[in-house]
T-cell receptor, first 110, second 114 residues
């Protein structure tokens, strides 16, 4: 069963066109939800950690929010350099491992 | 400071051969993780070390895969009798080892089994 599901699989935006990426999870005992950015041929780069429902974090044009069953990554007025794959991962129960979604491939065109 | 480093960056081998992949974590990080990422997918957990011991190896797909971390720093992932299905990017991450702390990833090793 899928524990972390990201949507959409791919998203194409025009520069300045704001949008949101979704990450839904089904695990019990969530300890943390993590957002990473991954550029082609590179390892994931850490963006945010959210720990409890209602929490929000911001960094430049990105804002991450968390509810009891999903997280959103809002991208405001994106630029071409925001093009990347955005990965969501959860840590739950007594485990230290991360369970990742398949990612959303974002392309921002000028 | 220096991030997680992995060597080699690319490895091409033939089916049936043995390979070793190396990970050098961030200095001071006691926890080290190995993940595997196939094209178009998110990373998949393989094994987690706390210090020198494997605290969770539930993600290793079979007994051809083995990992060590003898001095609690550098780790080596070893794959015996490689198969074409082992082709993937192998990612290493490290952290301070406290609950919910951030895992920082290296650039990965791209393994291709011909």
């Amino acid at each position: 069963e899928d524990q972390v599901t990201q949507s959409p699989e791919a998203l194409r935006l025009q520069e300045g066109e704001s949008s949101s990426l979704n990450c839904s999870y089904t695990v019990s005992g969530l300890r943390g939800l993590f957002w990473y950015r991954q550029d082609p041929g590179k390892g994931p780069e850490f963006l945010f950690t959210l720990y409890s429902a209602g929490e929000e974090k911001e960094k430049e044009r990105l804002k991450a929010t968390l509810t009891k069953k999903e997280s959103f990554l809002h991208i405001t007025a994106p630029k071409p350099e925001d093009s990347a794959t955005y990965l969501c991962a959860v840590q739950y129960g007594g485990y230290n491992k991360l369970i990742f979604g398949a990612g959303t491939r974002l392309a921002v065109h000028p | 400071g220096a991030g997680v480093s992995q060597t080699p960056s690319n490895k091409v081998t033939e089916k049936g051969k043995y390979v070793e992949l190396r990970c050098d974590p961030i200095s001071g990080h006691t926890a080290l993780y190995w993940y595997r990422q196939s094209l178009g997918q998110g990373p998949e957990f393989l094994i987690y070390f706390q210090g020198t011991g494997a605290a969770d190896d539930s993600g290793l797909p079979n007994d051809r895969f083995f990992a060590v971390r003898p001095e609690g720093s550098v780790s080596t992932l070893k794959i015996q009798r490689t198969e074409r299905g082992d082709s993937a990017v192998y990612l290493c991450a490290s952290s301070f080892g406290t609950p919910t702390d951030t895992q920082y990833f290296g650039p990965g090793t791209r393994l291709t089994v011909l």
